[in-house]
């Protein structure tokens, strides 16, 4: 069982689930605004991504779903494209948009 606090993370290929000690601020900054992430990998950022703007990402690069960010960006102020251009000026990434709402992370 889970307890408060405990954030459940679910790899769709695979169907494994991982249960992690987080930062409920992280997951629910959505509710006032923000998308907030702290050490996290690429996969789930892109998730949560994907879920705040209904965005589809794909991360070409299996390797590159580890590479962890830290974050915070105001979703008034920031869409989509801005916080992937954020991250790939890292060098860690590249990213490619596909259509209006279809990015690649390379």
Avoid: H
């Avoid at 779903?65 to 960006?73: A, N, P, Q, Y």
């Amino acid at each position: 069982p889970m307890v408060p606090g405990e954030i459940v993370e679910l790899d769709k290929d695979s169907g494994n689930a991982q249960v992690t000690g987080g930062n409920l601020e992280n997951v629910l900054g959505w509710l006032s605004g923000s998308i907030r992430f702290e050490d996290e990998g690429l996969k789930m950022i892109a998730g949560r991504v994907e879920w705040c703007y209904v965005f589809f990402i794909t991360i070409e690069r299996q390797e590159a779903e580890e590479i962890r960010f830290t974050g915070t960006f105001d979703k008034a102020n920031n869409g989509a494209a801005d916080i992937l251009e954020a991250l790939s000026a890292t060098g860690k990434i590249g990213f490619t948009r596909i259509s209006n709402n279809q990015y690649t992370i390379k």
